[in-house]
């Protein structure tokens, strides 16, 4: 584990690039979608939301969105996206909450995607997630399985090497959250600094606030 914080700014501009990533996104935008049914009425917020791939795929299905992210750059590039674009459901906001910044609003949706492991303290989160849900919104998370700290070649940054579902699910719990369950959203093949190619497994948790 590396406490350094990783420098987002400085790849956001190429970070749409990588085909595996885009892939990944769309698989868990269609996992999103296949276990949770979207509406035109759901407020919803996208945390970790980078150049906002998982906003904008999910922004056609649900009434409004708001990608969070700690990173300007990335917030930069959504807000390039959405102006191009134009999609007046699409906002987003800058908050880090490693500085203490505290996340607000009221959501009938939270979805997080590749962005917990970057997380050191992920109880906190959680409660503030459940905080923030209307009565009956769910709580969205996709991230690693336990990927023996192979799936980043640089772990600046990466607090987690993937996640023990039934941990989390135990954390999700403690949380308030009820109706918890998981699934697998996608898999990514790629090589690792052994030179080997391994296949790693991404999950999709969800809980819902009764």
Same mark, same amino acid.
């Given at each position: 584990?590396?406490?350094?914080?990783? +420098?987002?700014?400085?790849?956001?501009?190429?970070?749409?690039?990588?085909? $595996?990533?885009?892939?990944?996104? @769309?698989?868990?935008? @269609?996992? #999103?979608?296949?276990?949770?049914?979207?509406?035109?009425?759901?407020?919803? =917020?996208?945390?970790?939301?980078?150049?906002? =791939?998982?906003? $904008?795929?999910?922004?056609?299905?649900?009434?409004?969105?708001?990608?969070?992210?700690?990173?300007?750059?990335?917030?930069?590039?959504? @807000?390039?996206?959405?102006?191009?674009?134009?999609?007046? &459901?699409?906002?987003?906001?800058?908050?880090?909450? +490693?500085?203490?910044?505290?996340? *607000?609003?009221?959501?009938?949706?939270?979805?997080?995607?590749?962005?917990?492991?970057? #997380?050191?303290?992920?109880?906190?989160?959680?409660?503030?997630?459940? &905080?923030? =849900?209307?009565?009956?919104?769910?709580?969205? #998370?996709?991230?690693?399985?336990?990927?023996?700290?192979?799936?980043?070649? +640089?772990? *600046?940054?990466?607090?987690?090497?993937?996640?023990? !579902?039934?941990?989390?699910?135990?954390?999700?719990?403690?949380?308030?959250?009820? &109706?918890?369950?998981?699934? *697998?959203?996608?898999?990514?093949?790629?090589?690792?600094?052994?030179?080997? !190619?391994?296949?790693?497994?991404?999950?999709?948790?969800?809980?819902?606030? #009764?």
């Amino acid at each position: 584990m590396n406490i350094e914080k990783r +420098d987002f700014d400085k790849e956001a501009a190429s970070w749409d690039e990588e085909p $595996t990533r885009v892939k990944l996104v @769309n698989d868990i935008a @269609n996992a #999103i979608s296949e276990s949770i049914v979207l509406t035109s009425d759901m407020e919803t =917020l996208d945390f970790g939301c980078g150049t906002g =791939l998982l906003t $904008t795929r999910l922004q056609p299905m649900v009434g409004s969105i708001t990608g969070i992210d700690s990173s300007q750059g990335m917030v930069d590039i959504l @807000n390039r996206k959405v102006a191009t674009l134009n999609m007046p &459901n699409v906002k987003s906001l800058l908050v880090d909450i +490693d500085k203490g910044e505290k996340l *607000t609003g009221r959501y009938h949706l939270v979805v997080s995607s590749m962005a917990l492991h970057h #997380i050191m303290e992920i109880k906190p989160l959680l409660d503030q997630f459940y &905080n923030i =849900l209307l009565p009956g919104g769910y709580l969205s #998370i996709s991230d690693l399985d336990l990927d023996g700290g192979k799936f980043h070649a +640089d772990s *600046t940054g990466v607090f987690h090497s993937g996640f023990d !579902r039934a941990e989390l699910s135990c954390l999700f719990k403690a949380a308030g959250f009820d &109706n918890v369950h998981d699934t *697998t959203a996608a898999e990514v093949v790629k090589p690792v600094l052994t030179g080997e !190619r391994v296949r790693f497994t991404v999950f999709l948790m969800i809980g819902q606030k #009764i």
